[in-house]
T-cell receptor
Framework: GAVVSQHPSWVICKSGTSVKIECRSL??????MFWYRQFPKQSLMLMAT?????????EQGVEKDKFLINHASLTLSTLTVTSAHPEDSSFYIC?????????????FGPGTRLLVL | AQSVTQPDIHITVSEGASLELRCNYS??????LFWYVQSPGQGLQLLLK??????LVQGIKGFEAEFKRSQSSFNLRKPSVHWSDAAEYFC????????????FGTGTLLAVQP
């Protein structure tokens, strides 16, 4: 089956620093990828849609200058949390769709746990 | 607003017992519906999906779900639960077609007693 990886799997950083998270589709190409955030005991909330070769589309309430998304190739999207603060501590998950129409399925990465001290 | 509701935050069942996890979607155009399972350290895995047609959908690991338009529901079932089924289960909907913008429910954490 399709595989999506994320790196790193967890990261601890100091407040004010920036953290980059990578999302890769390992055996398929994805012109679109999605970034979600999941707080403890809560559901996944879509943050943004990453578009290969163009700007990301952010959901309402998500600061685009804080969460920089780059989709430089058909297999890689990166999310950079700039000037991270403790409230940004969360579980970040990416997904990539494969197939089309009724056969399309979202494949999710294992997630990246971010802790900002 | 479009939403997905999972009324049960936490469910405990005995191994071998049957299971039903509830999911309701907000009224409106019928969305595409999905059930995912999330195990610690692993990504969300798709169990099954409903786009159209037969309202009883078979998935992996012995799971099935039934779409009921009259109740705006898409409940997940399994006739006999195994200890390895302990995980968190998410119902999700896509109102915009077959792609993207999945709206997730809050999840149901399943515990399995020996």
């Amino acid at each position: 089956g399709a595989v999506v990886s994320q790196h790193p799997s967890w990261v601890i950083c100091k407040s004010g620093t920036s953290v980059k998270i990578e999302c890769r589709s390992l055996d398929f190409q994805a012109t679109t990828m999605f970034w979600y955030r999941q707080f403890p005991k809560q559901s996944l909330m879509l943050m943004a849609t990453s578009n290969e070769g163009s700007k990301a589309t952010y959901e309402q309430g998500v600061e685009k200058d804080k969460f920089l998304i780059n989709h430089a190739s058909l297999t890689l999207s990166t999310l950079t949390v700039t000037s991270a603060h403790p409230e940004d501590s969360s579980f970040y998950i990416c997904s990539a769709p494969r197939g089309g129409g009724d056969q399309e399925t979202q494949y999710f990465g294992p997630g990246t746990r971010l802790l900002v001290l | 607003a479009q939403s997905v509701t999972q009324p049960d935050i936490h469910i405990t069942v005995s191994e071998g017992a049957s299971l039903e996890l509830r999911c309701n979607y907000s009224y409106g155009a019928t969305p595409y519906l999905f059930w995912y399972v999330q195990s610690p350290g692993q990504g969300l895995q798709l169990l099954l999906k409903y786009f159209s047609g037969d309202t009883l959908v078979q998935g992996i690991k012995g799971f099935e779900a039934e779409f009921k338009r009259s109740q705006s529901s898409f409940n997940l079932r399994k006739p006999s639960v195994h200890w390895s089924d302990a995980a968190e289960y998410f119902c999700a909907a896509n109102y915009g077609g077959a792609t993207n913008k999945l709206i997730f429910g809050t999840g149901t954490l399943l515990a399995v007693q020996p």
